[in-house]
């Protein structure tokens, strides 16, 4: 069960704004203002807005990360004291992990010539730094450790925290994903791969023209069944399966048939049929390689009864926060499941014959409470490592 939920990311800093910005269809994507931004040939991006914290020596996406869980903590209602501190634990994804913290000290030693760098720069930049703060700020002493596996890493973290609770190897773990790659090197490796967009995101629209970079996290707390209704806590969502796959096939082209098994891996898990999915929430970059491969494994897994499934991506608002990605599109699902309501894809203005999907283009669709009981969230990255968890109604 998800009892608790946090976030920080483009369209809001925290989850009741988010879900008031899908729902409005609301566009975070905009002009960056960032160190050397002339020096880029894409120069938009998703940035989280105004952002002051309360760790100003830690690194952009740990500082994200704490606020997340600080919020989620809060909204489960949840204290890590004597045996369920020494039990919970956390797990998050991140692709990146410390970039601004890299991007400023490759500054510092290459380009300004300095001969030393903080002593702490290591413990800023590595990728399990977020887990290690969350735990220390929460007190969580159970399985804490960092996924990265691209743009699948935080669905992969999510799906391993639920694997771990329904064993019952830990009674709560508090997952999710954070990543801050809007920096000049960041942006710049990423211009590498001719995959960026100069102007929008346009997820399955005949006319994208790529991608677009987001920042952000997004953590949730999950929790098992019996102790969740014991404590009488609010449920926001059951995560009822998950299912993993590797392509084996390329760093960069994605398979559809990878795509397909992770699908039907997690309806297999939750006992789940194609027909009782009400939305999924699409990778969707953006990108022409991604959406067409995505929209045929959609169409190969739900079949006949695919027409009347809704399928959004909300990347189209946010921008792909790539390792932290899966968890700010959870929330997406956690709006079609607890108010009836799917984010839309905006941007889109050329159907393309290639994605026969509906893609709930522009505006938000009201499908009605109780309406959907059912829905996929699909994170698809590169090197062919997919990640695919479904959601039920609580």
């Not at 400023?104 to 001969?115: F, I, L, P, T």
Request: aromatic content about 4%; proline content about 4%; hydrophobic content about 50%.
């Amino acid at each position: 069960m998800i009892t608790g939920a946090g976030t920080v990311n483009p369209l809001a800093k925290d989850v009741p704004g988010t879900l008031a910005a899908l729902a409005e269809g609301r566009c975070a994507i905009g002009p960056l203002n960032i160190r050397d931004v002339d020096r880029l040939s894409i120069r938009i991006g998703a940035a989280v807005q105004e952002w002051h914290s309360a760790h100003p020596m830690l690194d952009r996406s740990v500082q994200f990360a704490l606020e997340a869980a600080r919020q989620a903590v809060i909204g489960a209602g949840l204290e890590f004291s004597g045996a369920l501190g020494r039990a919970a634990g956390v797990i998050l994804g991140t692709a990146g992990g410390g970039l601004s913290t890299v991007d400023d000290n490759y500054r510092a030693v290459y380009a300004e010539g300095k001969s030393r760098v903080h002593p702490m720069v290591v413990p800023r930049l590595m990728h399990s730094a977020a887990a290690s703060h969350v735990s220390m700020a929460h007190g969580l002493q159970g399985p804490s450790f960092t996924v990265s596996s691209a743009c699948a890493s935080s669905n992969h973290a999510m799906g391993l925290a639920f694997q771990m609770v329904r064993s019952g190897a830990a009674p709560v773990m508090l997952a999710g994903g954070a990543e801050a790659m809007l920096t000049f090197g960041g942006m710049k490796a990423w211009e590498g791969l001719r995959v960026m967009a100069p102007d929008a995101c346009r997820p399955f629209s005949a006319d994208r023209t790529g991608m677009v970079q987001g920042e952000g996290a997004a953590i949730f707390v999950f929790e098992e069944r019996d102790r969740a209704v014991a404590r009488g806590a609010e449920i926001l969502a059951e995560v009822a399966g998950f299912g993993m796959s590797a392509d084996a096939q390329d760093l960069v082209v994605p398979s559809q048939a990878g795509a397909e098994r992770a699908m039907a891996l997690a309806l297999a898990d939750a006992g789940i049929a194609a027909s009782d999915v009400g939305y999924i929430n699409a990778h969707g970059t953006g990108t022409t390689l991604n959406d067409r491969t995505e929209a045929a494994a959609i169409c190969a897994v739900f079949g006949h009864v695919l027409p009347r499934i809704p399928v959004s991506s909300s990347k189209s608002m946010h921008g792909h926060l790539i390792g932290a990605t899966g968890a700010v599109e959870l929330l997406a699902c956690l709006l079609a499941l607890r108010e009836g309501v799917v984010a839309p894809t905006i941007g889109h203005r050329i159907a393309d014959p290639n994605c026969a999907l509906d893609v709930v283009p522009n505006i938000a669709r009201a499908m009605g409470a109780g309406a959907i009981r059912v829905s996929l969230s699909n994170a698809f990255a590169f090197g062919g490592l997919n990640a695919v968890l479904a959601l039920r109604k609580a």
